[in-house]
């Protein structure tokens, strides 16, 4: 089963790869400022393909792992999902639960990064207004940012799915660190932020000893950026499915989104009002989950839901609650 994992997520990787060359070198070969519509027009795109792969799992997601009989299945749900109740004397109708199982995990997943990635993506805004960087610009550094992103996922959440694998406690750290996080943002959600980039130790210290463009200066800082917003998304994606494959393949679906979002955001970002409401109400659940999972198991469609509501309800009273207004 292992050389049939790393086939799978080498041949995921690549497709990956490919997209992301033809992105930069045709499609986004020159540089302009990205139109409403354009955004748009990719960012369903990205959702679309998305949810293409969701239908995958539902119907072939035992390709992932290798699964060819229900010794296989059971030592996978064992690993990733002791709570599956599956049946020996009915093969198929077990994979097909573990397929469901994974599908739902997935949609769960990719909404918690996309989530958390869309409330990130104001500080990037923020980021490319302390840099001054022309608005033409922008589609270059979110490409390499991205990239960059996709790299330091892979090596977080692969590293932390061998940490639970051998030091189950781990989940219990993550729960206490969101749920900080979730309360934090809460109380903190009213607060103006303000990124003066060129003051941060990071930028005075490659500005110090090297000499950068603001650019690639801007690329860097936004890494370092989602090196911290890390902290948050993976351990949120864990809560859902210990499959550190599931939480990969989310991650970088949500990720591979976030260019052509950022631009539809940029538009409109006056009009989310309580998304940062929305978040800590995630992350403060995420971080209950965890701490409780021992003792009481939410499954995985409960979560699903849960994240939905949170969602549909963050919106709709963006959308219809008005600002109160200072005289």
């Known amino acids: 089963m292992l050389t049939t994992e790393l086939f799978f997520l080498v041949g995921f990787v690549v497709f990956i790869a490919a997209i992301l060359v033809l992105d930069m070198l045709v499609i986004d070969r020159k540089a302009h400022v990205v139109s409403i519509k354009e955004a748009g027009t990719w960012t369903a795109v990205w959702i ?4 293409a ?7 072939h997601g035992d390709m992932v792992h290798g699964i060819q009989s229900f010794k296989d299945l059971q030592a ?3 690993r990733y999902a002791s709570h599956l109740k599956l049946n020996p004397d009915d093969f198929e109708a077990s994979l097909q639960q573990y397929r469901h199982y994974m599908t ?30 022309d608005k033409k610009e922008y589609q270059h550094a979110l ?30 750290v993550f729960g206490v660190f969101l749920l900080y996080s979730g309360v934090k943002m809460f109380l903190d959600r009213n607060k103006k932020e303000e990124i003066n980039a060129m003051n941060h130790p990071v930028v ?62 940029a538009a409109i970002a006056d009009k989310f009002r309580y998304l940062k409401v929305g978040v800590s109400v995630l992350l403060v ?14 499954g ?6 849960f994240i939905l509501l949170v969602l549909a309800v963050s919106i709709c009273a963006s959308i219809f609650i008005k600002p109160a207004t200072t005289e």
């Open 204 to 265: 005075r210290f490659l500005n110090k000893h090297f000499h950068l463009t603001p650019l690639v200066l801007t690329v860097i800082f936004i890494e370092f950026c989602d090196l911290i917003f890390a902290f948050d998304s993976i351990p949120a994606v864990f809560s859902v499915t210990l499959d550190p494959y599931v939480v990969f393949f989310s991650n970088i679906f949500a990720i591979l989104g976030l260019r052509a979002l950022f631009f539809l955001l």
């Open 48 to 51: 679309v393909l998305a949810l």
């Open 104 to 133: 739902i995990s997935y949609i769960s997943g990719y909404l918690i990064e996309k989530t958390l990635s869309v409330d990130n993506l104001f500080v990037m805004m923020m980021i490319f207004a302390s840099f001054g960087i």
């Open 300 to 305: 995985a469609i409960s979560s699903l839901v």
């Open 53 to 59: 792969f969701a239908i995958f799992l539902y119907f």
């Open 143 to 172: 490409n390499w940012g991205i990239l960059g992103a996709i790299v330091l996922r892979f090596v977080f959440i692969f590293a932390g799915a061998a940490l639970i694998s051998r030091f189950e406690w781990i989940l219990l």
């Open 285 to 298: 659940f995420i971080g209950v989950k965890m701490l409780i999972h021992k003792y009481i198991e939410i």
């Open 76 to 78: 996978v749900s064992t």
